[in-house]
């Protein structure tokens, strides 16, 4: 069974156009992030969600908006995009929003802007 | 702001060679530490923890120890294997503000050669 599941794996598309990724997680987690990993294989955290409140927002452009249908599922939708959205984004969900509480991580979505 | 440095990579070794990847932190009050590990292709998974001064985390031979006087948390092996080849991201754990996020070092290549 998997934990944390991403769809699509990859994702191409050209400038300007608008896409989003899904996420959804059955291990009963509440909270739930985005990360971006970029060419250089940094990782930089987007938002977190707990109970489906958005708790973290860490100066991403508006054209990004998460969206937290339930404790479940966690979506991120992209407009306008741009060159530099090109990375590798990782869902991520825990139990709980303590530092003590590890992340578990899905299989990431590779996103290519054209 | 919280910050993780880690030793360059990549880094070779031949098999059963002893493995040593340097990490040191900063960060304000006193959070959970984490070892994470990516594959090729795929996502992050938890490699092992330590939430407070003096622990051990330890996981598939792999250890490391939060020291709060050094403030670092260095990943040893004893023996590498092929298999260990990857990708490994020193993490640091802090709540803020109701959030919980991950703050990552730059990663450091590991290769393992026969």
């Known amino acids: 069974d998997t934990a944390v599941s991403q769809t699509p794996k990859y994702l191409v598309t050209q400038m300007g156009n608008d896409k989003s990724i899904k996420c959804e997680q059955n291990?009963?987690?509440?909270?739930m992030y985005w990360y971006k990993q970029d060419s250089k294989k940094f990782l930089k955290i987007m938002f977190s969600y707990n109970n489906k409140e958005l708790i973290i927002n860490e100066t991403v452009p508006n054209r990004f908006s998460p969206k937290s249908p339930d404790k479940a599922h966690l979506n991120l939708h992209i407009n306008s995009l741009e060159l530099g959205d090109s990375a590798v984004y990782f869902c991520?969900?825990?139990?709980?929003?303590?530092?003590?509480?590890?992340?578990?991580f899905g299989p990431g979505t590779r996103l290519t802007v054209t | 702001g919280d910050s993780v440095t880690q030793m360059e990579g990549p880094v070779t070794l031949s098999e059963e060679a002893f493995l040593t990847i340097n990490c040191t932190y900063t960060a304000t009050g006193y959070p959970s530490l984490f070892w994470y590990v990516q594959y090729p292709g795929e996502g992050l998974q938890l490699l092992l923890k330590?939430?407070?001064?003096?622990d051990k985390g330890s996981n598939k031979g792999f250890e490391a120890t939060y020291r709060k006087e050094t403030t670092s948390f260095h990943l040893e092996k004893g023996s590498v294997q092929v298999s260990d080849s990857a990708v490994y991201f020193c993490a640091l754990s802090a709540s803020t503000g109701g959030g919980n996020k991950l703050t990552f070092g730059t990663g450091t290549q590991l290769k393992v050669e026969l």
């Open positions: 991520a969900s825990s139990q709980g929003n303590r530092d003590t509480y590890e992340q578990y």
């Open positions: 330590a939430t407070k001064a003096d």
């Open positions: 291990l009963g987690h509440d909270t």
